[in-house]
């Protein structure tokens, strides 16, 4: 058993704006700005970066793409500077040379035109009706998942967060009124995190501690970024206490599923995440979380042509590879990269019969890993 400090580090280092007292609060937060934000592909030598107007410290980007001019956060502004010069990522340096923002923009403005190759590039726009900014400078390819979304399921499994079974932990297993100062969900415009207990109805283990019997309570985290911040993931395992800092005693059997934010991660998201939230919200999550564990640690040792072909055919070898190859960047190596590929690969059957029966046989190979 072990202490979890990841709760405790976002509860000491959270801005006020960034705590909430339910998740229905939070859901307002991320539904308003995932209306107000948009997203699309240009090309790199369409952005171009300005000072701004209004700000003697601040940036702007335009682009000769029908978009208004829009202002960069900090966030934003540190993705550009590594994009335009991936090499050094001189962002810390403007920063800390307390540069005039025209020379800073002057000098992305050439690294994005002469040291960088044309390539498209993702950008996350949000307007609220004032002003315009730009939130993310990512990939072509990047597989966005909305932090709504996220918050969405949660209040559909485990409710409000401060009522009912699943809840803002306590301190040291006494229940609390949520505030600000002791709450577990956080939130910005860079990203969340949840971590809710079910700390009333505790497992039960005989001979845990000296021969005697001891209780567990189950917990979980979430987390997600959808600029870029940080993976797609959620974290399961039973515990003992949290403690007033949020740190939590007595963990055990930890587990984590994460998800890059590739192309196929929206989709991944709704295949690895929500089974695994839905079985944890009504009893232990621990078979599923092992068995995509063990699968995630089983390499195919076999011919990979041969295996895919026994099991999903000839026919079906290539196209198993090559979806995993374009989603994730690189080859098939674990029995679950195979269960990944072969269900992103049936969404593209359109066969009722025969999509489940890919999916039913990409579902085996959990139960073979086991």
């Not at 025209?102 to 996350?124: H, K, Q, S, W």
């Not at 306590?170 to 969340?192: C, H, I, K, P, Y």
């Not at 055990?252 to 989709?267: C, F, L, M, S, W």
């Not at 066969?351 to 085996?364: F, K, S, V, W, Y």
């Amino acid at each position: 058993m072990t202490t979890l400090m990841q709760a405790h580090r976002q509860w000491s280092s959270r801005a006020p704006d960034e705590r909430f007292t339910s998740l229905i609060d939070m859901q307002s937060f991320k539904r308003r700005i995932r209306e107000q934000s948009h997203s699309t592909v240009i090309s790199s030598r369409k952005l171009a970066i300005e000072p701004r107007p209004d700000d003697a410290r601040g940036l702007m980007v335009v682009s000769d793409d029908q978009h208004d001019p829009a202002a960069l956060t900090r966030w934003s502004f540190g993705q550009l500077c590594s994009l335009a010069s991936p090499s050094n990522s001189p962002a810390s340096y403007f920063r800390d040379a307390n540069m005039p923002s025209p020379m800073i923009a002057d000098c992305l403005n050439y690294n994005l035109r002469f040291t960088r190759g044309v390539e498209d590039v993702g950008i996350l726009l949000t307007e609220d009706g004032r002003v315009n900014e730009l939130r993310a400078v990512n990939g072509p390819n990047y597989g966005r998942v909305w932090d709504a979304d996220i918050v969405d399921l949660l209040i559909n499994r485990f409710g409000d967060g401060i009522t009912g079974q699943w809840r803002v932990p306590g301190e040291f297993g006494q229940q609390v009124t949520v505030t600000t100062d002791n709450t577990t969900l956080f939130a910005s415009d860079r990203d969340m995190f949840v971590f809710l207990t079910a700390e009333e109805n505790r497992i039960e283990l005989p001979g845990r501690r000296s021969g005697r019997s001891g209780s567990f309570a189950r917990g979980f985290f979430v987390w997600n970024s959808e600029v870029g911040k940080t993976t797609l993931g959620a974290g399961f395992f039973l515990f003992d206490y949290v403690c007033c800092n949020r740190i939590i005693w007595g963990a055990d059997q930890y587990t984590e599923v994460r998800i890059r934010h590739t192309k196929g991660a929206p989709d991944r998201w709704l295949e690895e995440v929500t089974p695994v939230l839905r079985e944890y919200s009504q009893a232990s999550a621990k078979p599923v979380i092992q068995a995509i564990e063990d699968a995630r640690n089983k390499h195919v040792e076999a011919n990979l042509d041969q295996f895919l072909a026994h099991r999903f055919g000839k026919r079906m070898v290539a196209p198993i590879k090559a979806i995993h190859e374009q989603e994730e960047g690189r080859p098939i190596e674990t029995l679950w990269d195979v269960t990944v590929a072969a269900t992103a690969h049936a969404r593209s059957i359109k066969n009722t019969d025969a999509r489940l029966e890919i999916e039913r046989t990409a579902g085996e190979l959990l139960k073979q890993a086991a």
